[in-house]
């Protein structure tokens, strides 16, 4: 699976991304940007079919929520944790006369209460377990935000810090399972709408450790994840650019969520991932959106106003 | 200067925000982020009157920009620093046998080399000086960011992750000056069709320490920041919702910015605080925007369709 190291020269070279010397790090250009709100307000339109209840957080979140989740054990290479300055006078003497010297000043941070997002959903869980038992059909909720996930890579399409839009489906079992496997055509029929050859494929989630091994195995034995793939940077086989997630009763059993029968509720969400969206119009349809065809822009740039 | 102690039950009562455990760190609910896109939209607009070149940095940051600033000489108390795992398997045992325990885990992070972003216009400097020598007049950039402070506090008005949206402007330093003198004049009466009713004031940036009381005396003496104050939940004096900062030659020396004749540039901000402006406008016309004022409406919800 070769990298394509022509994509991101190009990006920068263009100023559609400019780059801030930290791998995977990037400043989105005014044509990166538009492009990517076009999108997510596509995205958003299709999304709002469901009427999900819309909710927004920050791109941090309560540490506990990432202690509870389970995260930690899977992902924690991943996770983002904020630490700071509580020290006094003396002490920050000390921090700026490291930072002077060029030497290491972590010592002189302690942990705080907030972590980074690492998808969009994670705080959605104990939100919905503290507002108590789902109603009958569950719940269904809408969720963006900046994301973290500490892999600093040479692929544009592997950012460190990236946006993901998302709807996460809450209920009994069978609701949620129909729900998530109907995601994968829908989610292909929206994309190919963009023009992108999309191609569905089962996936694992990038698990730490030889442990993670035996997990990544049973998730694609269990059809837990499936990804739409387009071709970015990847030659092969493309990059994800939606997922769908089936959590089955994992979040419902940490918080405590329950259906309206008593029953343990089972999740699923799908997420596109914003950036790499972008990243896969640009590759397919050229880096100057102005030319793109008619049917792509029409449906980024002018179908809000006509609906 | 008391808090008025009634605002965030109500706005929590209400959904506009979600509570997550964490003093300053709220989740959105749809009517608290509908008001505050709409102002993001109708700030957007006047803005643009000044063709700011577009860029859009996510919520984390280069640390190295972080020490090049200043700001941990000044803020070392509020800046977010990001730490993640590095480890083995067998330290990952570790770790999570400490988060299973409810003990501190703090010593099985490391330092990154990113940090959250505490102001939206700190990643714009050595992006614009990597551009090279400043046009004769300078440049004006548009920036907006999730940004952190570690500020946990009662007040529903100092979230400790909250947005930022910003014009920035370099260039000589008469040129620089002018321009944020005409900001606030021009925040005032943006802020008024509104119906807000704003107050502007010196002020002073949150120095750290003993020393940073002399800072702040010299930079009100100075008068080189402004803010906006409305009323929100502090009932005396108001709480600052648009600011203007003038840093002389403070960016321009860091960075090395030049101006097309050589001297080093000067360079101002102006920001606002989108979280605070919808707190101000939520205090100002009720929690129901549905029944605000026709004019209010007209300028947030209508006037996009219409011009």
């Known amino acids: 699976m070769a990298l394509d190291e022509t994509l991101l020269p190009a ?33 958003g339109r299709a999304l709002a079919a469901e009427s999900p209840e819309v909710v927004r957080f920050p791109p941090v979140m309560p540490r506990r929520t990432l202690e509870r989740s389970g995260y930690l054990k899977s992902f924690p290479h991943l996770a983002g944790t904020v630490f700071t300055y509580t020290g006094d006078e003396q002490g920050h003497a000390d921090l700026l006369s490291r930072v002077e010297a060029g030497a290491d000043w972590s010592s002189s941070q302690s942990m ?32 963006a935000s900046y994301c973290f996930r500490h892999e600093p890579s040479a692929d544009p399409a592997r950012m460190q810090s990236f946006r993901m839009h998302e709807l996460v489906r809450l209920g009994e079992p069978s609701v949620v399972d ?27 989630d990038p698990f730490f450790g030889r442990g993670g091994r035996l997990l990544a195995t049973n998730q694609r034995a269990a059809e837990l994840k499936f990804e739409l793939l387009a071709p970015i940077a990847q030659s092969a086989e493309g990059t ?18 329950r259906t309206a029968d008593g029953e343990v509720a089972h999740s699923a969400c799908l997420g596109f991932g914003l950036e790499r969206v972008t990243l896969a119009l640009l590759v397919r349809h050229g880096l100057e959106p102005a030319r793109w065809p008619d049917e792509v822009r029409h449906a980024l740039w002018e179908s809000e106003a006509t609906r």
Do not use: K
Request: hydrophobic fraction near 45%; charge should be negative; glycine fraction near 10%.
């Open 11 to 43: 990006l920068l070279d263009q100023g559609l991304l400019i780059d801030t010397g930290v791998p995977g790090l990037y400043c989105r250009g005014a044509i990166f940007e538009d492009v990517l709100q076009r999108f997510d307000a596509f995205a």
């Open 112 to 143: 705080t209460e907030v972590v980074l997002v690492p998808a969009a959903c994670y705080p959605v869980y104990p939100a919905v377990a503290a507002a108590g038992t789902l109603p009958p059909g569950g719940r269904t909720l809408e969720v």
């Open 178 to 204: 129909a729900w998530r496997r109907s995601w994968i055509t829908r989610g292909l029929e929206l994309l190919g709408q963009l023009g992108l050859a999309v191609a569905e494929a089962p996936a694992n």
């Open 240 to 257: 994800a650019i939606m997922s769908v997630n089936y959590h089955q009763d994992h979040f419902g059993t940490i918080y405590g969520i």
